[in-house]
């Protein structure tokens, strides 16, 4: 239990390492006349030392808790009996079976072993934390005191602390580059393997969608339809009958309470337009199956037309109503941080209202509000439950927004629930349908730059 009170252990200590090496340092700047003397303030020699204790042991401390089940794992598989390590399967099961007798859960397997081999793999966990705790309280306080003992006037400890600051800050941005590379690479190499099975053109021009090869040749239906054209064509409709919902309501919407609308409207208005924001989408799919699709259906009976119970029409809806605070909000927020000289300027040379919203602040704000409507796009496309719940899993490839369709991530979400064999195309073809939807928000923003560019330029 006490490798739990590690973490705060280590930060208390690197709170205190700041005051102790801030106190030494006005303590060495009354002996060499006052704090004019230092190289730095007090403040940085605090931070270099509260650096000096933390950083080595949160490096020791993250190490070990992102290799220790891995570590403890292969200590005890390395335990097990000979013919154990035939299977690894079997192996697994055993292993499952420990940690959840160690956790308390009912275990299926009522073999003694297990609950000895629990006490030993609780055994050699204790043992390993043991030896990080005393090595991460071993380096606090190595580090602490010789950087305690190298204070003096002459020490540069302000380029030291912003050297190490900055360290962290690239490390920081190279953590987010690296992360979104591994995305891509990951995604790009299933994605190859999928199209070594299954043709490029198939995937990209196949008008049928049936993904239901099987793990196993001997099984019944070991063929499928991998033409993702329907599966384009329902993301495309559904997110364009949202922007068609969102886009006019939220950008009007924002204008209005920017330019036209009393302050006392905008202070009640604007909280009760972003709480739409934070509904869970489930319970947006809620409100689009039970409520929106019946409307719907019931319209269409009305006036002759065949509506299918889950239809693109219903789900299109419902999100366009998600998506109006991420429109309004944020194009609100840009077109009131317009300078108000714009605005005195174009009154002054007497256009209206209307005409200084449309040819003055409208180009000034236009780089942020194609923001809003990029992130509203980004979001529009990759929704899933309110799709799954109001638009149905069926991959029919139509025209008409009153029929069931399905789009790229509900897709992704279906081919990837439960136990899956990633050399099977029907599960590889998750990630190249993901490749796809990387590539076409990748254009999406390329073509959002170059319009922001051309339409700054004209402005400018």
């Known amino acids: 239990m006490y490798f739990s009170y590690l973490l705060p252990a280590i930060l208390l200590l690197g709170i205190s390492g700041f005051f102790f090496g801030r106190s030494k340092a006005i303590r060495v700047a009354n002996t060499q006349g006052g704090i004019q003397e230092l190289h730095s303030l007090p403040n940085h020699y605090g931070m270099l030392t509260g650096l000096a ?35 690894t399967g079997t192996v697994s099961l055993y292993l499952n079976d420990i940690k959840n007798t160690l956790a308390g859960n009912i275990t299926v397997s009522k073999d003694p072993e297990i609950g000895r081999a629990a006490e030993r793999y609780a055994k050699i966990k204790r043992n390993y934390r043991s030896i990080v705790t005393a090595a991460v309280f071993a380096l606090m306080l190595v580090f602490a005191a010789v950087t305690y003992q190298s204070i003096s006037a002459k020490l540069r400890a302000r380029n030291l602390v912003e050297t190490v600051i900055k360290a962290i800050l690239i490390l920081c941005s190279a953590v987010a580059i690296f992360t979104t590379l591994g995305i891509v690479l990951s995604v790009l190499f299933e994605a190859i393997r999928f199209f070594q099975v299954i043709p490029l053109q198939e995937f990209l021009f196949g008008l049928t969608w049936s993904p239901q090869m099987a793990i196993r040749a001997d099984q019944v239906g070991s063929s499928g339809a991998f033409g993702a054209v329907p599966v384009f064509a329902g993301t495309f409709m559904i997110a364009a009958i949202a922007m068609l919902v969102a886009i006019p309501i939220g950008l009007l919407s924002a204008i209005y309470l920017s330019e036209f609308a009393n302050r006392k409207f905008r202070t009640m208005v604007k909280p009760m337009l972003e709480i739409l924001a934070g509904i869970p989408t489930v319970v947006y799919g809620f409100f689009a199956a039970l409520t929106v699709a019946p409307l719907i259906r019931n319209m269409g009976g009305f006036f002759g037309l065949s509506v299918a119970s889950e239809s693109a029409m219903a789900a299109g809806l419902v999100m366009g109503i998600m998506i109006i605070p991420f429109v309004s909000s944020l194009s609100d927020d840009v077109i009131h ?15 209206t209202k209307f005409e200084t919203v449309r040819y003055v602040i409208f180009p000034a704000a236009l780089p942020g509000i194609v923001g809003g409507i990029l992130l509203a796009v980004s979001r529009a496309v990759g929704e899933t439950m309110i799709v799954v719940m109001a638009a149905g899993l069926a991959a029919n490839l139509t025209a008409n927004p009153f029929q069931a369709v399905t789009t790229v991530t509900v897709q992704i979400v279906t081919l990837l629930v439960g136990d899956q064999e990633f050399d099977s195309p029907k599960t590889l073809a998750a990630f190249a349908l993901g490749l796809v939807l990387f590539v076409f928000t990748l254009i999406l923003n390329f073509i959002a730059l170059r319009v922001v560019r051309k339409y700054r330029e004209q402005y400018e």
């Open 53 to 87: 204790v933390l950083l080595p042991a949160l490096l020791l401390y993250g190490l070990w808790i992102s290799i220790e089940t891995s570590v403890v794992d292969k200590r005890i598989v390395n335990e097990l009996p000979a013919e154990l390590l035939e299977d």
């Open 337 to 351: 941080a317009v300078p108000q000289t714009l605005r005195d300027g174009s009154y002054g040379l007497g256009a």
